[in-house]
């Protein structure tokens, strides 16, 4: 039945009721009883429909109502979702891992480009030992070498930490001085120095050897403090590292203990009590694995860990090493003086021209060009600077923020394109999939390739997965409309419109630079029309692929961002932890 003709015939049962008595029913029925016969039949078929439509009317709606599908970020009351107090977010302090460069930092840069810069080492270069004879240290100078790091204490004793020393491994260290395989600073300390000047270090493993109190003994055990659990408090300590002249040895190790080593012979197993404030220890297997008798005499270098270390606790921190070079490779040094610098500006890929370096301060081009390397580095810091800021203020914010509840219809929307996404990406490759470490496989069902796909285990649900990260993402728009509306940063629509605008520029010029610079390598003779058309068709694939949807909340970021980020007060590492320590 069309929609056409249930119109007419509900029309018509319209007319008969609008006719309104009995008598006018009566008499159209006994006037034409097949045709009264029909209407009625009509009538119950519209009561039907009817009652059908606005069922089905009133089951879309309650829908509706429950999934959120109703659900604006710009008019709902978004307090019905997200709890967020001011407090959380202004005039808050907020810790960021960020430091400003450091002096040292232009001259660990020229290092790089100088030992990046060195002879070539068939033809150059030459094994010096140390045990033969002594040598200067180089940039690209390839050294095997022993190290201790430590920190200082407010009292200026030294601090071992786990991973700054090498002195107990089997074999030294190699490392290509200007390569910044140590931390900042560490290769630049041991540049200039004179092997000659200083001690070598030797293990003394001989089982035949007495110890005395001149020697730093590296010393393995198990301790048991009286009357603990053996069995879950016994400490095992491999190779400590004692300092037998020292006065508080037996202060660290207990009343004894210095002694009994003393006299001792390497390898040599002992068992003994020692006190450690009134409290009594049982030391098993207690073996001097070696000594040596060199380490009064270290190249010393002072450096720092950079704000980004691996070990949150050291980032920043000054950094103290005592250093014993084994032997080096030494090359053909690339001094740095203005002959390189202008050579060095004037090759192929440089990032600025001779003209342009001169605009520097300084009287030689080798001053102006670490004016140059201050100013990147500085731009550089300026750019993390800003990065880390705005992500520090945003994960404050996103962890004092409460979801009271999701809007359903949006989380359903982005989980059902991320499950999409991933059906794509399946299709496209034929579950073909690579990972950074150059492995592959192919995934013949889409459950396997999609856990491969989003790194989860061979048991994850990854559809229950995309939903956890479409909630986190509604999260983020909530709060971002919460707080714009909360502080009043919401722009205008005009105003909007023309930030949008802006935001889609940025995007255009660098989608283009990434790729024009090819272009024009390819062809030198890449013409004004042709670079017109070229923009045309990125702009196309650019705009194809991110909708206005994408183009506004990002804007928006952006405008609530560059606000948010004034309100905490910024604690850098810098006054948290300032290099060099002060003592």
Sequence with gaps: MSNKKQKNNSAEDKKDVRAGTKSAATKSADSNPKLSEKNLAILITAIVLLTFIVGASAFFLVDAIINNKFFSYRTSNL??????SKESYKGNKINVDIAKPHDIDVDVAILALLASDKGDAKYNG?????????????????????????LLDNEGGKIDVAGMSNLTNGTPASLEIGSGGFIPGFELGLLGENTADYAKFVKIKDASTDIVESHVAYVSFSRLAEGADAKKDTEKVASARIELSADDVDDNFGTGFKEKLLGATIGEKMSFEATIDGKKYNYTDVTVDFVTDCESNPIKVTTYFPYDYSTATLRNETAYFEVYVESGVLYEEQKFDDAYVEELVKREGSNITLEELNEFDGSALTDKYRA???????????????????????????????????????????????IQDVKDQFDSTGGYLENSYGESKTYEDINSFARAYLGLSSTADWQKHLYSMSESLVKERLVLYYIMREEGLMPTKKELKSEIEKTKEVYLDEY??????????KREDFTDAEYEEYVEARASEIFGYYDDDYFEETTLYDLA?????????????????AYPLDK
């Design 79 to 84: 307090s019905n979702y997200v709890t967020l």
């Design 126 to 150: 030459n094994s010096v030992s140390t045990a033969d004879s002594d040598f200067v240290i180089t940039a690209g100078a390839e050294l095997k070498l022993w190290y201790r790091g430590y």
């Design 372 to 418: 140059y390397v201050k100013k990147t580095i500085d731009d550089l810091y300026a750019e993390e600077y800003e990065k880390a800021v705005t992500e520090a203020v945003w994960n404050n914010i996103l962890a004092s923020a409460k979801i009271e509840k999701y809007p359903k219809a949006k989380v359903d929307k982005i989980h059902e394109e991320y």
């Design 512 to 521: 283009v630079q990434q790729y024009l610079d090819y272009e024009k390598k």
């Design 561 to 577: 961002t560059k606000e948010m980020v004034k309100w905490p007060e910024v604690v850098t590492l810098d006054q948290r932890r």
